[in-house]
C-alpha cells in the first residue's frame, strides 16, 4: 500500500509541473526584462511569482511527502519612516510620498537575498529532477511494458524496481528540495537572532511586570503591616509605665501584626520561587499544588531528570494558572508530565466546559509570553462542551540523549564528496544529455547516455538524474539541514 501511495503522490506532485513551467517562462521573461531593458518593476512581481510557486511546492511535500522545509527569506524590510519634517529619505533623497522607497527597500530585499537566486535554479532544472523523481517511477512502468510489447522480456525488470524504489524516490526528492529551497544556515542565524531578540524584549517586559506585582505587595502588604507594627509598639513604649495593661495589649496586638507581616512575606517568597519546588523539584511541586487545588486533581510525573531552574519555575507558575482556571468550571484535572526526545511536555485536561480561548493580557497569553522565553508553545484544545485540553511543550528543556555527530572522518568526505560530485550527474551527464537527446544532436561528447543502445538512452538519463539528486539529497542529510528521523515515508 505504502507503495502505490507513492507512486500516486508522484503522479499529483508531477502535475505542479502545467503550473511550474508557464510560471518560470513568465518569471524568467521578467528577470530578463529588468536586467537588460531596465524594466525594474518587472523584477518584484516576478521574484513575488517565483516565491509563490515554490510556496506551492513546499506545502505539496510537507502534506504528500512528510518533509517540512521552511521559509529560506531574509526577513522582509520595515515600512518607510516618516521624518518630522514630513519628508521620506531613501539614501541621500528625500521623497514626499514613501512609494519609492518602499519600492526600493522591496527591490534591494529581493536582489540582495540568496533564496532569490537558488529559487531561480531551482526552477530552471527541477521540471527535470522531478520527472525523475516523482514521476519517474511511474514512466518506467509505462517504458517497461513498451519495451516488453516490443519483445524484450528482460525489461520486466523495470516495472518491479519502479514500484520497489518508489516511496525512496519520493523520500530522496524531499531532501533535494529541502536543499534547493529551505533555509540556509545564515538564514536561519538572521531568523534565531529576530527571535531571540523578540523573546529578549517580552522577557523584560515579564519581568518588570513582576518587579512591579512584587513591590505592590510588598507596599500594600507586609510593608504596611510593619509600619503598623512600629506605631503599636511606640504607643506601647509611650503606655509602660503609665498603663502597663493597655501596653501589654498593645505588644500582643504587635506580635499578631508581626506574625501575619511574616506569613505574608513567606507566602509572597513562595510565589517568587517556591521552596518545594527548589528541594524537591517540578515533579513534587506539581503535586503539592495538587494537593492545594480544591479539584480532585491526579499528576503522572515521567520524567528522568530534572530541568533548569528557569524551566521549573516557568512550567510551574503555568500549572498553577492552568489550575485556578480550571477551578472555576471544572470538578477533575488530570495533569500529565513527560518527556519527547529532549522536550518536556505537559498536558493538563479537565472536564470544564470547554470554549477556552486565549485573549490579550489573559492568563493563557501570559502562560505563552512565559514559555516562549525558552522556545515553549502553549497548545489549546477547548471545544464547545469540553474537555479543554492544555498541552505545554519547551523543546531544549531536557539534556540530549546522544551527543550530536560531528562531521569528521569518512562522514565528512562522504558529505565533501556528496556536495562537489553531485552536479556532474545531475546536470551535464543528466539535463543536458536530455536535451541532446530531444533535439538529436550528432555530437556525442563527453555525455555517457549518447553512446549507449537507444533503449537504455533514457533510463540511462533519468538515472543520472536520480544519481545527482540522490547525491545532493545526502550531503543535505549529512551537513545535518534535513533530520531523517522527522520525515515521514509514503
Known sequence: MK????????????????????????AIAGVLLSFILGMVFLFPPSIRLIRAVARLDRQLIHRWIGIKIGEPYNPKPPPPVRQR??????????YRKPTIPAFNARLNWFLRDPATYRELVWLLIDPWTRAVLVAGPTLLIGYGFYQVWLGNLWALAFPVAAVVVAPLALRIYGFYATGMLGPTANTQLIGQ?????????????SQAAELRRIE????????????AVGMTIGAAEQLITSDPAAAKALLAKAREASATALAELRQLVRGIHPPVLAERGLGDAIRALALDS??????????????????????YFSVAELLANASRHASNVAIDISRRDRALRVTVVDDGPGGARSNPGGGLAGIERRLATFDGVLALTSPPGGPTVATLELPFALSTETPEPKHTGWRGMLMALCWSVCWIPLIPQGIVAGFFLIFGAPTKSWFLAL???????WPTVFGMIALGATMLAGGIVLSGSVNPDKAVSC
Open 216 to 227: 505592590r505587595d510588598l507596599h500594600d502588604g507586609a510593608q504596611a503591616r510593619m509600619v
Open 451 to 457: 553512446y549507449m543502445p537507444e533503449p537504455l538512452q
Open 193 to 205: 537572532v529576530r527571535h531571540l531578540n523578540q523573546v529578549r524584549v517580552e522577557a523584560v517586559d
Open 294 to 315: 480544591p479539584l480532585k486533581v491526579e499528576v503522572e510525573v515521567d520524567l528522568d531528570e530534572r530541568p533548569e531552574s528557569p524551566v521549573e519555575s516557568a512550567v
Open 85 to 94: 519634517d514630513g519628508w521620506y529619505r531613501d539614501g541621500r533623497t528625500l
Open 3 to 26: 507503495h502505490i501511495k507513492a507512486l500516486g503522490y508522484g503522479v499529483a506532485l508531477s502535475a505542479v509541473v502545467l503550473v511550474q513551467i508557464p510560471a518560470a517562462l513568465v
